[in-house]
């Protein structure tokens, strides 16, 4: 995301906690590395955020040398990591107390989708923030959409990750059924692909449930935080997940089993696990 940001002209004040990770992008040029959150802050008039959850969020935005610890009144910080909406609504507050603005912006699209610059973008906050922010949302993604208030955005992203979630587990039973039949399991993609119960999780994932390499675009880990928070604004909103929590716990299985680093789509081998036993007693390899 940063790369195309580059690329398309913008002068960048990068931060990582892994600084090496900031000195190679910065290394291309176009870019400079910053020692801490709150110096991005004090250099630039709009700071993007990219974090693995809602701890990492606050400590970045909130905690000691934190972005509003460097805030001017002309600060926009746009976190694009998939957090709480709750938590979204907060620090949209404590940015507003210091004189400054925030949006919370997750994506959807995975690392395809980060790389190519086709990110689905779905940004809550103030609809003036978000046209300030428009150029910049459009480098990185194809579909940009201002879906409401603070928070609003991390709801469409949990609501996402629901289906997303939901959708791999369908693919990973219909698969392992398939390939108990001894149907062949790329001919059943095709096939499924071409009605409707095709999808974006077979596209983008075919190469994986294919090749057995799951390698992560989306680690089962994250995704497993992910639902965490959906089922906590399930709560919030008294909604019934009761198909979400199913998964939530399939994820958290994979996680204990050491599957945490792989692709989310790695679910399908704990479909496979569940299944190796045959009608008949004998075990399925």
Not at 95 to 119: C, F, K, N, Q, Y
Not at 145 to 172: C, F, R, T, W, Y
Not at 224 to 234: P, R, Y
């Amino acid at each position: 995301m940063a790369s195309n940001l580059m690329e398309a002209g913008y002068d960048l004040v990068l931060y990582n906690r892994t600084r090496e990770k900031a000195e190679k992008l910065a290394a291309r040029g176009g870019g400079e590395v910053a020692g801490t959150p709150r110096d991005v802050a004090e250099r630039c008039d709009i700071v993007i955020t990219m974090l693995p959850g809602p701890s990492e969020v606050e400590a970045v935005v909130s905690g000691g040398a934190g972005l509003l610890e460097g805030t001017r009144v002309s600060l926009l910080v746009v976190d694009m990591s998939t957090s709480s909406p709750t938590l979204a609504r907060k620090l949209a507050r404590t940015a507003r107390e210091r004189g400054a603005s925030m949006l919370d912006a997750p994506v959807s699209g995975g690392d395809v989708g980060a790389i190519e610059g086709t990110l689905s973008i779905m940004v809550g906050g103030d609809e003036g923030d978000f046209e300030h922010a428009r150029p910049l949302f459009e480098v990185m993604g194809n579909t940009v959409i201002h879906v409401g208030p603070d928070g609003a955005g991390q709801v469409v992203k949990a609501a996402n990750q629901i289906v997303v979630a939901l959708v791999m587990e369908a693919v990973s039973e219909a698969l392992v059924l398939g390939a108990k039949a001894q149907v062949d399991s790329e001919k059943q993609l095709d096939v499924l692909s071409g009605g409707l119960a095709g999808n974006r999780v077979m596209e983008v994932k075919r190469e994986k449930y294919l090749s057995r390499h799951f390698e992560p675009g989306g680690k089962v880990e994250y995704h497993h935080k992910d639902l965490g928070i959906a089922l906590a604004a399930g709560r919030e909103y008294g909604v019934a997940l009761p198909a979400t929590a199913l998964v939530e716990q399939m994820f958290g299985i994979l996680v204990a089993q050491g599957r945490g680093g792989w692709d989310h789509s790695a679910l399908v081998t704990l479909v496979e696990d569940w299944s190796r036993r045959g009608a008949h007693g004998q075990i399925w390899e």
